[in-house]
């Protein structure tokens, strides 16, 4: 799952192991993302991308 922090393009969140390179960081550890997600939003960290809602049909070609 990718991240991006738009507040601090090279932040480096050392218990958790992230580094933000360009305000990106690739994360695959559940539990790492799920903590990522739980930082204050002053640091600018979002999850980026994902899934889109269930509620929502893929097109079909």
């Known amino acids: 799952m990718k ?6 393009k090279q ?7 992230v580094t933000f ?8 550890d559940k539990t790492t993302a799920e903590a990522l ?11 980026a991308g994902g899934r889109p809602p269930k509620d929502v049909a893929p097109e079909r070609p």
């Open 37 to 47: 997600r739980g930082l204050p939003s002053e640091l600018g960290v979002r999850a």
């Open 11 to 17: 932040l480096l969140i050392h218990d958790l192991g």
């Open 21 to 28: 390179v360009d305000g990106e960081a690739e994360v695959i």
């Open 3 to 8: 991240f991006t922090s738009t507040r601090y």
